[in-house]
């Protein structure tokens, strides 16, 4: 299955300020997706980054807000803009694996924690 | 709408002590149930696709189970580096693309 890097690890930021994630992964792939897991909580899907076009983001979430790029089938960022407290998170991408098993590979996740 | 809820939203479980994880789910055709672990600070680390009911996976102490309504993580005899947060998540037929629903999650300790 696909190995994804995702990076940084983690980072306080200062309310105002934006911060870019990357992820990479070791293969190409056709869709790529972001999450939030508010502390606490489960995974709520942001977007999908298909290269090429436009990402689509899920009710609740705006491209203003949370800008992605899809440069290539192997790389996508996300960039999380003026960032307020309520932003603090774990960001995580993942793509579909489909050998052996049909299912799904996430990165490590950025902790994010705005102050 | 598609929906999934987990049970019980904790599970505190001594070594050895075998017991299950509940996922009930409300989607409109099931095209994948999946389970996922979730070590704390760590992304989700996938542990079985499930299709249709009456199917079982196993692996090690872990075995998953599927009904039209829910699905069970059964857990036999567990050991202390089996505290996590257990994930359900389903996609279903309404899906245009590769998305899924998560559940909330149940966080599981098992005592030495």
């Known amino acids: 299955s696909a190995v994804i890097s995702q990076k940084p690890s983690r980072d306080i930021c200062q309310r105002g300020t934006s911060l870019t994630i990357q992820c990479q992964v070791d293969s190409q792939v056709t869709m790529m997706f972001w999450y939030r897991q508010q502390p606490g909580q489960s995974l709520t899907l942001i977007a999908t980054a298909n290269q090429g076009s436009e990402a689509t983001y899920e009710s609740g979430f705006v491209i203003d807000k949370f800008p992605i790029s899809r440069p290539n089938l192997t790389f996508s960022t996300l960039t999380v803009s003026n960032m307020s407290p309520e932003d603090s998170s774990i960001y995580l991408c993942s793509v579909v694996m489909r050998a052996p098993n049909y299912g799904y590979t996430f990165g490590s996740g950025t902790r994010l924690t705005v102050v | 709408e598609d929906q999934v809820t987990q049970s019980p939203e904790a599970l505190r479980l001594q070594e050895g002590e075998s017991s299950s994880l509940n996922c009930s789910y409300t989607v409109s055709g099931l095209r994948g149930l999946f389970w996922y672990r979730q070590d704390p600070g760590k992304g989700p680390e996938f542990l079985f696709t499930?299709?249709?009911a009456g199917e079982e996976k196993e692996k090690e102490r872990l075995k998953a189970t599927l009904t039209k309504k829910e699905s069970f993580l059964h857990i036999t005899a567990p050991k202390p580096e089996d505290s996590a947060t257990y994930l359900c998540a389903v996609r279903g037929m309404k899906t245009s693309y590769d998305k899924v629903i998560f559940g909330p999650g149940t966080s599981l300790s098992v005592i030495p």
């Open positions: 499930l299709y249709s």
